[in-house]
Every structure is written in structure tokens, then in C-alpha cells.
């Protein structure tokens, strides 16, 4: 099983489509959302494209095969357009590591949740790409593929073989074996 992990998309529905084709090209069979999925935030610009409507159009689409996490700037309103549930945070089995999703505006990785080591923490919500091993869990941030603070528009693939953090154009940012 391949999982697409993305984040922060902040209503661009420029930047959800290229996501949803990644989810085709990399042939992943779910995708996950790590949190602020339609609005762009107070302290934010707007985003390229900024038209949630699209965006929620595009994932009521893949609503089969998809997670969303629940991030600081989504709101009970954002759930009124969505055919799919916000969920505060995610624990997926992918190979023999537990992988515990949340936004991060709680949990990260100087506030780690209850894991036991070598599980994963993947988490958004400051918009920087981050692949870092904290008292035994490794902790994976994909930034945020509309607003990035860092260079980088990334996502985050997941198998039961590793994880790879990649550019929108494919190279290889991080690669983690297990």
C-alpha cells in the first residue's frame, strides 16, 4: 500500500490538483491531509488560486481514499461543504510502523505525543519540510505544498518499505528505510 501525505493547502486549488495528480502518478491509494485544507489563515497571503469551492470539489472526488486531519484554520463551517469528516488526528499501521498524523499545532517534535520507539509522527502546520529523529521516533513534516516557508512544495510517500519526502517534481528530498 502507497499513502500520499500532503499539508497546508490553504485553499489553493492550483496546488490540490497537482497533489491529486501525484496521487495518480505515484499510484498511492490514500491520501492523507495533515490539516488547513480550504482556508488560508489570518496571518497568511492568499494562496495561488485561491478557491476552496475547487478544492473541496476535488476531494469530495476522492473521498473513498482519503484522511483529513483537522489543522488550526479549519473550521466546523469547512465541514458544511465537505463529503468527508475532519478528524483530529490519524494512527495508520504502514508495514510494521505505527504512524501517528496529526496538524502540529499541538503535537510535533518538541511536544511528541505517547509513541513507543521507532513509530513515526507526521505533522504540518509551520510550513517547512522537516525529517528529524527525536528520542527514537521519527519525526516528518511535508511543509506546506501552497505557502512554504522554505523552498521546497513537498509531499511525503509512505510503503511499507520507507518514507520519501519529494518535490512536486519528483526529486527525492529525504529517504527513510524500515
Not at 61 to 77: F, H, P, T, W, Y
Not at 90 to 118: I, M, N
Not at 149 to 161: F, G, H, M, P, V
Request: aromatic letters at 6%; proline letters at 4%; glycine letters at 8%.
Amino acid at each position: 500500500m502507497k499513502i500520499l501525505v500532503a499539508s497546508d493547502i490553504h485553499g489553493s486549488a492550483h496546488y490540490m490538483r497537482e497533489i491529486a495528480a501525484r496521487v495518480e502518478s505515484e499510484s498511492a491509494d490514500l491520501l492523507v491531509l495533515l490539516g488547513d485544507v480550504f482556508n488560508h489563515g489570518p496571518r497568511n497571503p492568499f494562496p495561488t488560486d485561491y478557491a476552496p469551492m475547487q478544492v473541496a470539489d476535488i476531494l469530495n472526488g476522492m473521498k473513498e481514499r482519503l484522511v483529513v486531519i483537522q489543522g488550526n484554520c479549519d473550521s466546523a463551517v469547512d465541514q458544511m461543504v465537505a463529503e468527508f469528516h475532519f478528524v483530529e488526528s490519524a494512527l495508520l499501521l504502514v508495514g510494521q510502523k505505527r504512524v501517528y498524523c496529526t496538524h502540529g499545532h499541538v503535537f510535533d517534535k518538541d511536544h511528541l505525543p505517547q509513541l513507543a520507539q521507532g513509530d513515526v509522527l507526521l505533522y504540518g502546520h509551520y510550513h517547512t519540510v522537516l525529517c528529524q529523529e527525536v528520542d527514537g521516533v521519527l519525526c516528518m513534516n511535508p511543509g506546506s505544498v501552497s505557502l512554504p516557508k522554505d523552498e521546497n512544495r513537498a509531499y511525503i510517500l509512505l510503503s511499507e518499505d520507507g518514507a520519501q519526502i519529494k518535490t512536486l517534481e519528483g526529486e527525492i528530498i529525504h529517504k527513510i528505510n524500515w
